[in-house]
């Protein structure tokens, strides 16, 4: 049978019945008449373009993550309510996971059944609350939910063929996302009340977001560290060596900016450095040009007394500040001014009492549910417009909404993805591949900044956290997959090599 002929054939067929269907409801409920007339001809082009799906998809993932990236807030926005970017690429995905073939794939990998047991579990701790909260309900779930693209990118980034062009995709655009940060940052502090907004929405266009610049700039270092940005063969051309020292210097402008900001973000960046140190211990090397870039930094700063105020919440950013920053993490802030303090004793007083009702308490296996704002219900609300729903601290949000049970599929499901790319390294390292030691290293100390940064920030249960860590968690499934078939054949065909060779009389 002529594949294209059947699919034409179920697409007129889809059309056909969404058009009787439509024409049903025109007359009583006009809007969901728009709103079924737009998924049947979804569908509809899904089908007839099965083949391409997937292509699309993954080429609407990657400009929805650099969108997000750059952008932030105001790309999350853009879309009509309920459906913004983020909903609209996903139904993208889903409409190729029904129609594409072969897409079945990614019931292969455990870690997809484990979140699927997660999402299960999450489902059954958001659909009691929804009759009482709504759309709420739904915006706390996505916290889980969004692992669906982790589903979708393990689906179809394998078997596209794409895996290393993805790592060619992150070199193109990580010159230009060093150079945004302190752009945005400028733009956001120096041009504040002056930059437009969102049509419908307070959120400027562009906007400095701390958190997700650190993660990112973890990302950024940690590629450069593993010369991943030289390419496949990790070969060196002058010109590339020449502009390193740009590159860290624009960087590490960048960091200083994020730490003046966000404790959290500044030790989710040093954090994926340290994964990279203990796992590579000759990039010291790499690491010791950025120390004499800070160290030069940080003298000429405090040689001509130099410090910017932003007349933000953070007030200035110099060496000082950034110092007290770090300091404070681990000790009461010594300033006059006790912020940093008091909002670490607000965090840790929240956290406390999330224990206290569910791993101490009558909370334990359910939790509180995906709908109730916790800030409110818990006494932590500190937003006049009761926006902050959640903890700042995307582990104990599962704890407090799903449980114990919940936690521990969460923290399961981690360990799960750091096992098996501890182990995908392992067989490289064995095979004496370089290249995807590298890339193993680079995946986990990425993963790393969003799990620490997901500590100390609202930062997981938002498109632009969320999303893009599910994705990279997905990445990193398809890159252990590869390897470990890849590093399976590899010996087999030495093995019958050698007994071919043997035959032949020509080894020993």
Known sequence: MDLRYSSRSVSTATFAGGALAIGALAASRPQLAGVVSIGVAAVSVAVVMADRMPRVFISALGALLVGYAFFGRSFAYLGVPPLYMGEIVLAIGALALLVAPGSGTALRSPLVWLWLVLAAWGAARTLP??????????????????????????????RSGNLALTCEWFARWLPWFTWWAPVSWAVTTLGAGRVPVLPGTNTPVVEFNPSCMAVHHAGIATFLLLDLHRG????????????????????????????????????????SLAVVLVARPASVRRVGLLGVIALAATLAFFAFDISIDTGGYRGKVSPREIAANFT????PDQADDAKRDGNKSWRLEWWDKILGYTVHGNLFWVGKGFGVNLADDDGFQVKPDHSLRSPHNGHLSYLARAGVPGAALWLLLQAGFAFILIQAYVRARHARDEWWQRVDIWILAYWMAFLVNA?????????????????????????ADKQRRL?????????????GLARLGTVP
Not at 130 to 154: K, N, S
Not at 232 to 261: K, N
């Open 487 to 499: 590093f399976a054949i590899a010996p087999r065909q030495q093995a019958r090599a050698t007994v």
């Open 328 to 331: 404070s993490i681990i000790s």
């Open 129 to 158: 609350y929804v009759h009482a909260y709504g759309v709420d309900a739904f915006r706390d779930a996505v916290l889980w939910g969004y692992g669906a693209y982790a589903l979708l990118v393990v689906a179809f980034l394998g």
């Open 232 to 271: 496949h063969g990790g070969t060196a051309r002058s010109r590339a060596r020449g502009s390193d020292l740009l590159r860290w210097t624009v960087w590490f402008v960048g960091f200083c900016l994020i730490a003046s900001w966000t404790r959290g973000g500044a030790v989710a960046a040093l954090s």
């Open 455 to 479: 500590t100390f920030d609202v930062f997981l249960e938002g498109p632009q956290g969320g999303i893009w860590f599910w994705s990279i968690f997905g990445f990193g499934i398809v890159a």
